[in-house]
């Protein structure tokens, strides 16, 4: 049954219907511009977590113990083919692939470009890259294939080189010697960023340890399944993973491994709630301004409502219960006009290849990300709408409601002569 206050309540809100629509209409349109930060930072969150987990870093990641202070591409796994097992054998990983790197040079007649060369899996690395799995030309490494390479753009625009082309590969040896192989170009692949493209020299595993004289993978990263868009969701399986690396190896998230990226990402989340913030409070306000100006205009009906035996916590009840209303109301407009644009926008996405033309595309921190930006819609922006318009006009609603409870009956009915 519906209160005595609830339905005063209501009344009032009837009687002033152009004010009540100005602040429903004003309310709803700043919840909905919050909602729209709040879904592009869920949106780049989750652009980041996907654009490191595809491009080749993965979610975690198997180094030898100090490398990530190091980065010494020398050291390997200690055991690394139990450690292998060991990690697929986890129920939450999606691919493990193995790597080898070592820095070196490509020569093509007189023409030489300087590379770090990948030892990788053939059968299991292109299920975490997907650049691999649509190269520009030729075609990717098969398993078990020896003396092949496969290079990005940006690499084979300074050699020269095409698919088919035979390649001199030289490095420097765990002891110190010069040593080379031939190498064919079978695959060439273009992701868009010159820096990317340059990173991007595969070849068998076997192969890098022979040329290098350095035995077995230096790294195992791994992809895990239904991770989600939380960066944070990776540390329980981080330190699973730890367990497991045996003695010599630790395990890393890909949030240890591109901090840049991270700190994007936190930096964009703090952002986007300083402008939420900003945009319902100047909402708020503006709330509590219609809200204090009904008051003082009702200000003889409160005090007849006083005099007659009305409580000062009930008229509290009335003000509170009409910015309830309005947050309600504000909350369903926000809802019914940002949800379906937030939706379509996910669905096609903004194409941001304009805003990032030149040789780097949208790499970041050694991460290529999407150049289609989606940001994050989904029933989450129901119960959020709903929260920030409630809790605005509520706080919006205390000092007017107050003003209401302090109405003194023989001054308000006062008639001045």
Do not use: C
């Amino acid at each position: 049954m519906i209160s005595t206050s609830t339905r005063y309540a209501l009344r009032s809100l009837r009687r002033n219907l152009r004010r009540t629509a100005l602040s429903v209409v004003g309310l709803g349109i700043g919840v909905g511009i919050a909602l729209f930060a709040l879904s592009w930072v869920r949106g780049l969150e989750r652009m980041s977590v996907e654009a490191a987990a595809g491009g080749g870093l993965g979610h975690l990641r198997v180094a030898p113990a100090g490398w990530l202070e190091q980065h010494d591409e020398a050291l390997r796994l200690t055991e690394w083919e139990d450690t292998l097992e060991a990690t697929r054998a986890l129920p939450w990983v999606e691919v493990a692939t193995p790597r080898a790197n070592v820095g070196g040079l490509l020569g093509l007649g007189t023409r030489t470009a300087h590379v770090v060369l990948t030892g990788v899996d053939a059968s299991t690395e292109p299920q975490l890259f997907r650049y691999l799995r649509g190269l520009s030309e030729g075609r990717y490494l098969e398993p078990g294939e020896r003396g092949a390479i496969v290079l990005g753009r940006a690499n084979a625009t300074r050699l020269r080189a095409n698919v088919g082309d035979e390649l001199v590969a030289t490095v420097v040896s765990a002891s110190g010697e010069l040593e080379s192989a031939i190498v064919t170009v079978v695959g060439i692949i273009d992701t868009g960023s010159r820096t990317i493209d340059q990173s991007i020299a595969h070849v068998a595993l076997e192969d890098v340890a022979q040329l290098s004289g350095r035995e077995g993978a230096g790294e195992i990263t791994i992809l895990a399944r239904e991770l989600g868009t939380d960066p944070e969701a990776v540390e329980p399986m981080r330190r699973e993973l730890a367990a497991v690396v045996g003695e010599g190896n630790q395990a890393l998230s890909w949030l240890e491994l591109v901090p840049d990226l991270r700190a994007k990402i936190d930096g964009s989340y703090r952002s986007s709630r300083i402008a939420t913030t900003i945009i319902l409070l100047v909402v708020l306000f503006g709330v509590a301004s219609a809200q204090l100006t009904s008051v003082l205009e009702r200000r003889k009906e409160f005090a007849v409502l006083a005099a007659i035996g009305i409580r000062a916590r009930t008229l509290v009840r009335i003000v509170v219960t009409e910015s309830l209303f309005l947050g309600l109301v504000s909350g369903l407009l926000a809802i019914a006009w940002a949800m379906p644009l937030l939706a379509h926008l996910e669905r096609v996405g903004l194409d941001l290849r304009a805003a990032f033309q030149g040789e780097e595309g949208m790499a970041f921190a050694g991460v290529l990300l999407d150049p289609v930006f989606r940001p994050q819609a989904g029933p989450w922006l129901v119960p959020t709408a709903l929260a920030l318009s409630l809790v605005a006009t509520m706080l919006a609603s205390l000092y007017p409601a107050w003003f209401a409870s302090r109405t003194d009956p023989a001054n308000a009915l006062r008639v001045d002569r």
